[in-house]
């Protein structure tokens, strides 16, 4: 993908990124664990989506292993260490950069630069929340 067609999703990553890393505020009666934990299996979903349209029986079984240890993860993070969370988004943007080197998911196009810029981004948000124990308590 040219690099100018890299700085939309790129950009639009950051920004959603942001609001991934501020979700909590979005739901004051969940703790903020339990949020980021359905956060990241929200996000680690979407790849199966795209591997149902993708259609090939492999690239759909392990794109449904991937999501369920995303899944499993999550649910530990929940009353485990916000590193978890910390943890488990930086592994999924990973994931992401995998996904668009290699194109293992056929037509997902700007998707993973998008969404490797937002689990990064929330990533060190969130780190760095946990670092200063600022913001939001993990």
Known sequence: MPAGLIRAPAAWGVVFGGLQAASPLGFPWLTPATVY????????AVYVGFS???GRPTVIAVEIG?????????AV???GPAWLIVG???GHGLKDLWQHRTGFVA???????FCAVVDLVAAIAIALMTLTHRGLPL
């Open 37 to 44: 934990a359905l956060g990241l299996t929200l996000i680690a």
């Open 52 to 54: 149902v349209a993708d």
């Open 66 to 74: 991937v999501a369920s240890a995303f899944v499993v993860v999550a």
């Open 77 to 79: 993070a929940v009353t």
């Open 88 to 90: 488990g988004l930086a």
């Open 107 to 113: 037509n997902t196009r700007w998707w993973p630069v």
